[in-house]
């Protein structure tokens, strides 16, 4: 029995959920909760990551207990401020690896998927004798089981030893573009290029279509160390590409398809450059598109005396130009933006949302722990402004969260492959936000951690989404003997918060007065809800409390027929506070009343059993 809403818990109190597990999955205890493993001994589903905490949003020491198939959810709420709520996540998972993985490969270097398609690269992947060729390996998700199997390994046409193919990917429906930025355009060493392939209707195979290159293709430019794709419009970075005497200032290149042309669709549209671009700026280090707007991020680029801040640039679309459509628009940069954060290590876009990261970040009492930057706009022809800091809700220095990001819809993932787990360095991580969609408000849902913590692994380095479907880059995790092979991780993030989206109903009681506490504790079972009122005054009897009933009509899907529940008054005395807490399972209720005298032992609290008739819908 817990005190009322806006009550603090005082002496030391811990605060228990009993669960029954009845499932064909075996749970298993694990270092951040549970894992729930198939016969084969596969993890298929995870409930972690339990987060606890007050009114006043103080994070309560929380943990798991798991005895045989019973679970038990463990808060400590000392001096919280009521209500508490627990947030534990479940999330499947799936470990990718290459089919013919070898050390030093470093497979999830860089991630996508879209919808049952996954593409993954493994850029130091050896050919033969050939070093460092690269590779892509496309996954698709089987329909039944909904697991990703190989269905392919990809590699250039021309690809050599050093060409890094696979360093930056990305698909979209039918179409992958690969870069693969140290490939040498004839005598131009490291001008770099990117491969398109198409996934063929009849067999399902991804071949080779095109390779891409720079017009003004020049040494060193490190053409395709970033690529996004939408539709018919391409963009690839080039962050060593020279402007004039400034080295290493950075372009990005827009290639349009042709779809007409089945051949060689795609080409050259428009070359983009910063305004105000300067030498090691390494504009291009990262793309993204959404309709009308490009944004590339320069993560060196110098605010003043502030070096290597970084910084943002959006650039809009004018669909009537047939010619350098592509104008810059606004530079972005963080309103605490320090030396050598960062900005613009990351990028994604959705809609009229951008996030970013700037994972060298220092916050309070932290070094390197990153951050990651909401900057959003009113609509499609507005500025775009900060809007939101990110930051995990436990960091931790050298996390370098914001690393990778990506943002789809209400929500988001952040890579932090620098975070530690427990004496794991560099394990690290990856964070599922989600944003309110009435007030704005990012916040985080979980973290991610995969069910096998390595050191060194760097898990987040590379992060994708699509719609519940998250890829996880782990580049630098060992596959049993080979070290740096490398893996991702598929996850469906199901949070629970989720699965209510909208506000059907609005409930108050019938006979409301000043200082009830109604919904200081509620219960639901079918179409039966039963909300506490344990500051109400039944009869003139202070604080006895009382419960409020109610029952959901089927056509309307509106709760009403309430129904006024309080103890007799021969067993009822002030201040029980009957409704601090309640329950209900079908036509059985549960009615707390912490606060109840039992003969002359104070408050030493009772529950009250009430029965429900089915066909008349009373309570007794």
């Known amino acids: 029995d817990e005190p009322h809403a806006g009550a603090i818990s005082t002496g030391h109190h811990r605060f228990e959920l009993h669960f029954k597990l009845d499932s064909d999955l075996i749970p298993l205890a ?70 013919d993985a070898s050390a030093e490969d470093q497979f999830g270097s860089a991630v996508s998927v879209d919808a049952d398609t996954i593409v993954i690269g493994a850029p130091l992947v050896n050919s033969g004798t050939s070093q460092d060729t690269g590779a892509v390996y496309v996954f698709v998700r089987d329909p039944e089981t909904g697991d990703f199997s190989e269905l392919q390994r990809l590699i250039g046409a021309d690809t050599t030893a050093n060409d890094k193919f696979g360093s930056a990917v990305d698909v979209d429906g039918n179409t992958i573009v690969i ?52 539709g018919n419009t391409l963009v690839v970075g080039a962050p060593r590409k020279d402007d004039g005497t400034s080295t290493g200032a950075g372009a990005a290149y827009v290639f349009t398809r042709d779809p007409d042309d089945a051949t060689d669709p795609w080409s050259e549209q428009q070359k983009l450059m910063a305004s105000d671009a300067s030498a090691e700026d390494e504009f291009g280090t990262v793309v993204t598109l959404n309709g009308n707007t490009i944004v590339v991020g320069a993560p060196l680029d110098n605010l003043g005396t502030v070096f290597d801040a970084g910084s943002l640039y959006v650039f809009r679309r004018d669909q009537t130009l047939s010619s350098d459509p592509w104008t810059q628009d606004q530079k972005l940069t963080a309103s605490d933006g320090s030396a050598g954060d960062r900005l613009g290590f990351s990028v994604s876009i959705d809609g009229n949302t951008i996030l970013s990261g700037a994972p060298r970040a220092d916050s309070t009492g932290f070094t390197e722990d990153g951050a990651a930057y909401i900057f959003t706009r009113a609509t499609a022809d507005a500025d775009f402004s900060e809007a939101q800091i990110l930051n995990p809700v436990f960091p931790s220095s050298d996390a370098e969260f914001g690393k990778s990001v990506f943002v789809d819809g209400q929500t988001a993932l952040i890579g932090a492959p620098g975070a530690r787990f427990l004496t794991s360095t560099d394990a690290g991580a990856a964070y599922h936000f989600t944003r309110d969609p009435l007030s704005g408000t990012w916040r985080q849902q979980q973290g991610l951690e995969g069910s096998r913590p390595q050191a060194q692994a760097e898990f987040g380095g590379a992060v994708g989404l699509d719609a519940a479907t998250a890829i996880i880059g782990s580049a630098k995790r060992t596959q049993g003997t080979s070290s740096l092979a490398g893996a991702a991780y598929v996850f469906v993030l199901e949070p629970l918060d989720d699965e209510i989206s909208q506000e059907t109903d609005r409930l108050t009681a019938a006979d409301a007065a000043l200082n009830d506490g109604f919904g200081s504790a509620v219960g639901l079972s079918g179409d039966n809800t039963v909300i506490g009122l344990p500051d109400a005054d039944p009869d003139g009897d202070i604080n006895a409390g009382a419960v409020s009933a109610f029952e959901r009509d089927p056509d309307s899907q509106v709760f009403d027929n309430e129904t006024t529940l309080t103890v007799d008054e021969l067993d009822r005395e002030p201040f029980d506070n009957l409704g601090a807490a309640v329950a209900v399972d079908d036509d059985i209720a549960v009615f707390g009343a912490p606060d109840a005298n039992i003969d002359t032992a104070a408050d030493a609290g009772s529950a009250y059993v009430f029965n429900r008739d089915s066909a008349t819908g009373g309570w007794d």
């Open 30 to 99: 694990s270092a951040t909760g549970l894992d729930f493993k198939d016969s084969s001994g596969r993890v298929r589903l995870h409930y972690h990551q339990l987060l606890a905490f007050d009114a006043d949003h103080r994070i309560l020491p929380a943990r798991f207990e798991l005895a045989g198939n019973h679970l038990r959810l463990l808060v400590d709420t000392t001096g919280a401020v009521y209500p508490v709520t627990i947030d534990p996540l479940f999330s499947s998972e799936q470990e990718l690896t290459a089919s």
């Open 179 to 230: 870069g693969a930025p140290e490939d040498d355009s004839a005598t131009l060493t490291d001008s770099g290029s990117v491969y398109v392939f198409v996934r063929d209707p009849s067999t399902g195979d991804f071949n080779q279509q095109q390779k891409l290159e720079a017009s003004d293709a020049a040494a060193q430019d490190f053409f395709g160390s970033s690529v996004y794709l939408e």
